[in-house]
């Protein structure tokens, strides 16, 4: 009688326990995991990148946002006000092509997924962005900045407004700005000479301006300048001619 008692009892208990574990709280439900098969692309202007972005949802799958930042700070020019939301699911294929905002600081592209729990995740891409000589060259215009001879600043008024246009076509034009004709240094001969072409060597250390006459387009000389030093705000350079060695300096500026 006992032993009947006591595995009774026993049966009850098991029962109670498997009745208060099924009714239980169900587990939390678990954030997005996003995954990018390319997280992260060095290459040059003009090339592109290619990102698949995937990832494991608790729940379903909401809404994703691209947000791009320059270095830390927020790219308020893609999108609307730095991001770009997609409702077609996971996955998602995302393409940029490179270009001159990622000279000075990483690209960095945040995709985040929001699923119907109101849970998040998020994964990074981030670009690094490389640039050759020519291709800063036809990227900016260059005003001419300085120019020194024998120690000597000998940069005039007429020529501190003149601009520099390189093409990837191998053309070039000299923009004379608004003070122009007489003024000493090169501004005596503003209008006399067309400027026909550019190119710059294999190690990009030289380049190579084809000058013309206005009047005959016979071709007259070639200006070359040995190059010092170059990146995306701007490049010194050497010119030796019948009088001397001239340092020349420029500055980027927006392409026009």
């Known amino acids: 009688m006992k032993r009947t008692l006591l595995w009774a009892l026993n049966i009850m208990a098991a029962s109670s326990l498997l009745f208060f574990t099924s ?13 990018i098969d390319n997280g992260t692309f060095s290459g040059d202007i003009g090339d592109e990148v290619t990102a698949n972005i995937s990832g494991m949802l ?25 991001s770009m939301q997609v409702t077609t699911g996971l996955p998602y294929t995302f393409n940029y092509t490179l270009g001159l905002d990622g000279l000075t600081e990483p690209i960095r592209f945040n995709f985040e997924v929001i699923d119907d729990n109101d849970l998040t995740g998020s994964a990074d891409l981030i670009i690094t962005t490389n640039a050759s000589r020519e291709q800063l060259l036809v990227s900016f215009d ?13 940069l005039q008024d007429c020529e501190a407004d003149n601009v520099w246009s390189f093409e990837a076509d191998g053309s070039v034009s000299l923009d004379f700005g608004a003070l122009t004709g007489s003024g000493g240094g090169s501004c005596d001969s503003d209008g006399l000479l067309t400027y026909d072409g550019w190119a710059m060597n294999s190690a990009s250390d030289t380049l190579r301006i084809f000058r ?37 300096g420029f500055e980027a500026q927006a392409k026009n």
Do not use: H, M
């Open 23 to 35: 009714c239980g709280d169900d587990p939390d439900p678990i954030a997005p995991i996003i995954s």
């Open 58 to 82: 608790d729940g379903e799958f909401v809404s994703l946002t691209v947000s791009k930042f320059i270095g830390t700070t927020l790219d308020a020019s893609y999108g609307t006000g730095g």
């Open 142 to 154: 260059w005003r001419w900045a300085s120019q020194e001879f024998e120690g000597a600043a000998t």
């Open 212 to 248: 013309g006459n206005a009047f005959s387009g016979a071709a007259q000389d070639t200006t070359v300048f040995a190059i010092k030093t170059f990146d995306q705000s701007g490049w010194t350079a050497d010119e030796t001619n019948l009088f001397g060695v001239f340092g020349w």
